[in-house]
């Protein structure tokens, strides 16, 4: 079984442009959550989607949006990017919502760096 | 964001040691998770524990959640090099919108 897929792998911005992640899920799997690791901060929860619809978010400003389609496939975007944002984002998928009992199975990340 | 307190934050050892590690944390979780990062991957579940008092095994790894259900602990026997990595904590606290909680990480490092 596939795990779960993310591209690209690494990715360089400058400040000011705005980027797209992706992530496909593990077959089966409806839920997609999206973290953002910095060394400093851990892993930070930005937002979970499950059925194409946002159910959790994350203390993360407006320039963090996401999206999941209708294959549970996900996108995380960040608009108008601060050299702050540079970090290793992580998608995890889950059978079910919360993670409760259907625990997260995370991509390798994308690693993002802006200059 | 909440975090969880882990510790210790860093470990140097010899090959062949006995590891222990923990996770505390002032609210009471319902689910416990334990997670390994190697460089370069994203992390993968070792033990997830689910009931106060459970005691899990994988291998060489044991966790166990504590009867308080504030806290967990991580321990790896027998230590080789591959066990070289970070190890995560993650409890789930379902008044928070069942949003799972972090610590920050213990670094290990294996001497062969």
């Known amino acids: 079984k596939a795990g779960v897929t993310q591209t690209p792998r690494y990715l360089i911005k400058t400040r000011g442009q705005q980027v797209t992640l992706s992530c496909s899920p593990i077959s089966g799997h409806r839920s997609v959550s999206w973290y953002q690791q910095t060394p400093g901060q851990g892993l930070q929860f930005l937002f979970e989607y499950f059925s194409e619809t946002q159910r959790n978010k994350g203390n993360f400003p407006g320039r963090f949006s996401g999206r999941q389609f209708s294959n549970s496939r996900s996108e995380m975007n960040v608009s108008t990017l601060e050299l702050g944002d540079s970090a290793l984002y992580l998608c995890a998928s889950s059978l079910e919502e919360g993670a409760f009992n259907s625990p997260l199975h995370f991509g390798n990340g994308t690693r993002l760096t802006v200059t | ?112």
């Open chain 2, 1 to 112: 964001g909440q975090q969880l307190n882990q510790s210790p934050q860093s470990m140097f050892i010899q090959e062949g040691e006995d590891v222990s590690m923990n996770c505390t944390s002032s609210s009471i979780f319902n689910t416990w998770l334990w997670y390994k990062q190697d460089p370069g991957e994203g992390p993968v579940l070792l033990i997830a524990l689910y009931k106060a008092g459970e005691l899990t095994s994988n291998g060489r790894l044991t966790a166990q959640f504590g009867t308080t259900r504030k806290d967990s602990f991580l321990n790896i026997s027998a230590s080789i090099p591959s066990d070289v990595g970070i190890y995560f904590c993650a409890g789930q606290n379902t008044g928070n919108n069942r949003k799972l909680i972090w610590g920050l990480g213990t670094s290990l490092a294996v001497n062969p």
